[in-house]
C-alpha cells in the first residue's frame, strides 16, 4: 500500500496568513493526488486534484503543486472559513490511502 | 443538484450485522463509480471499498474484505454496504462517495452514518 505522510499535524495560524501544508508519499504517485477539506462534523469537500486542479467553485486562494512523491497544498490567505482539517489522498493504485490530516486552527 | 442521502448506521454488538444505504440524485448514477470510506473516531478517513458504474467490478481494503459487500441498485439510484462479522474496530463514520471518472477521485460525499459496534 501508498503510505501517506502530512505534516504538520496541526497548524496555528491567523486570518490573512499564508500556509503550506505538506503530503509525502512513499513511492511516486505521478501527480494523482486530491486534496479534501474537512469541518467537524461535516463531510470532506474536494478542494484539488491530479495535484493541482482546482475543483469548480473552489476559491482561487487555494492552491497546489507537486510530483512524485511530495505536494503541497498552499493557502495564500487564510480566510475565517477556511480553519479546517486538510487530508491527501493518492488515486495513483489501490488502495487508495489519505494521509492523517492537518489541522489548521486559529492563532 | 447532486446529494447523496445516507440511513442504516446505528448500534451493533459485534459479531453483528448492518447494511448501510446510499440514496442518489441530481445525477445519473449508473454512469459514475462509487465509493464507501470511514473514519473512526478521532482519526483520518479510511478507503472501504468501491464499485463501478455498472456493478460488475468491486474492491475491498483488506481490514473489510470477506465481512463486507458493496453492491448497487441503478435502477433505485441506491448503493449499499452490506457489513457483516462486525468488530470494534469497524466503529466509524461512513460516507459514501462519488467518484467522477473511476479514477478514485471523489467529488461529492454523503453526510455519513455512523457505526458503532459495541457490547
Known amino acids: 500500500d501508498i503510505q501517506m505522510t502530512q505534516s504538520p499535524s496541526t497548524l496555528s495560524a491567523s486570518v490573512g496568513d499564508s500556509v503550506t501544508v505538506t503530503c509525502r508519499a512513499n513511492?511516486?504517485?505521478?501527480?494523482?493526488l486530491a486534496w479534501y477539506q474537512q469541518k467537524p462534523g461535516k463531510a470532506p469537500k474536494l478542494l484539488i486534484y491530479?495535484?493541482?486542479t482546482l475543483e469548480s467553485g473552489v476559491p482561487s486562494r487555494f492552491s497546489g503543486s507537486g510530483s512524485g512523491t511530495e505536494f503541497t497544498l498552499t493557502i495564500s490567505s487564510l480566510q475565517p472559513d477556511d480553519f479546517a482539517t486538510y487530508s491527501c489522498?493518492?488515486?495513483?493504485?489501490?488502495?487508495?490511502?489519505f494521509g492523517g490530516g492537518t489541522k489548521v486552527e486559529i492563532k | 443538484e447532486v446529494q447523496l442521502e445516507q440511513s442504516g448506521g446505528g448500534l451493533v454488538q459485534p459479531g453483528g450485522s448492518l447494511r448501510l444505504s446510499c440514496a442518489a440524485s441530481g445525477f445519473i448514477f449508473s454512469a459514475y463509480g462509487m465509493t464507501w470510506v470511514r473514519q473512526a473516531p478521532g482519526k483520518g478517513l479510511e478507503w472501504v471499498s468501491s464499485i463501478t458504474g455498472s456493478g460488475k467490478s468491486t474492491d475491498y481494503a483488506d481490514s473489510v474484505k470477506g465481512r463486507f459487500t458493496i453492491s448497487r441498485d441503478n435502477s433505485k439510484n441506491t448503493l449499499y454496504l452490506q457489513m457483516n462479522s462486525l468488530r470494534a474496530d469497524d466503529t466509524a463514520l461512513y460516507y459514501c462517495a462519488k467518484d467522477p471518472g473511476g479514477s478514485g477521485i471523489l467529488d461529492y460525499w454523503g453526510q455519513g452514518a455512523l457505526v458503532t459496534v459495541s457490547s
Open positions: 489522498q493518492q488515486y495513483h493504485g489501490s488502495p487508495l490511502t
Open positions: 491530479k495535484a493541482s
Open positions: 513511492q511516486s504517485i505521478s501527480r494523482w
